[in-house]
């Protein structure tokens, strides 16, 4: 068989077949300047029989758009991110956009790489939803010719178009709970020390339960921490104890060592999480949260990027709100 088979059509050919310059069936694809009916359908029947399809590369020259923009995300396997994403990607479709996204592993060397890659592929812009990122790359970010979003950020700048989940006011709800439940004593399983989003949510929660009186022990954000952190807190467990941790995967660990301990929830210890993933709904008990809408929070990401790369006044900035989530872990039978 000819290679000549595998050819792509050009617009060339469509004229040929349409009996037509090519600035015809430009005008025609571009929707711009009169085409005669007759033309018109000739163009039209000549594009289905070659089954023409515009050159993308050619109409971004042409447009100085790729309808492209990127996501960087700080580890796509932690359960945050996925629904983020998909809030993003359900919007930039809306908005006729595709999404490329780049999984940065928690690690400055591969986020610049990826950020470079986006902008140098001329992406139309680009969400970044890793805190961690911004604090790394600040300069980096404000000297960006390439459209940014941060996505997910504790605290608003002025400099960067972001979306805030508000993490200090969710964090400073899940301590008011845990007072409202009942419980006297209070500890916090926070994430690492220099990731602001765990120190916000720490100083959120003390905060919310009104006493500096509270316990407090580092992790890595995860199951395993959450489980060593029960192994930290054993001069302070005990009836009475309402535990705190800085996501639900870091909850979820300390609750089921507490309850290898032989400590009974609720009733002797109260755990609440943060984030509001699927695995909450799944333990026994069920595990209170804090819902910063994840979903919601990725849309408006999308929504405030295309205000930037529209540079038509848009809002800059945005906040959604978190829910408090109450379930078994902290509903005590008093």
Known sequence: MSTENFKHPTISDVAALAGVSTATVSRVLGHSGYVSGTARARIEAAIAELDYRPSSVAQSLKQRRTNLVGVIVRDIHHPYYPTLVHGIETQAQEYGYS???????????????????????????????????????????????????????????????????????????????????GYEKFAYICGPKDLSTAIVRRDGFIEGVGTSDVTVVYGESDVASGERAIEELKSVLGPGLGIAATNDQTAIGAMQAAQRLGYRVPDDIGFIGFDNIDTGQFTSPRLSTIDNNRHLVGMKSMQVLKNVIDKKGGPLHDAVRPVLVVRGSTQRYR
Not at 118 to 145: E, K, N, T, V
């Open 99 to 181: 999404m490329i996204l780049c999984n940065g592993m928690n690690d400055i060397d591969r986020e610049t790489k990826y950020f470079d890659y986006l902008a140098s592929r001329s992406a139309d812009g680009i969400i970044i939803a890793s805190g961690s990122f911004m604090q790394r790359h600040y300069d980096y970010l404000c000297q960006s010719r390439t459209p940014v979003v941060i996505s997910n950020v504790d605290t608003y700048d002025a400099k960067i178009p972001s979306i805030s989940s508000e993490a200090r006011e969710g964090a400073r709800l899940a301590g008011k709970h845990l007072v409202e439940a």
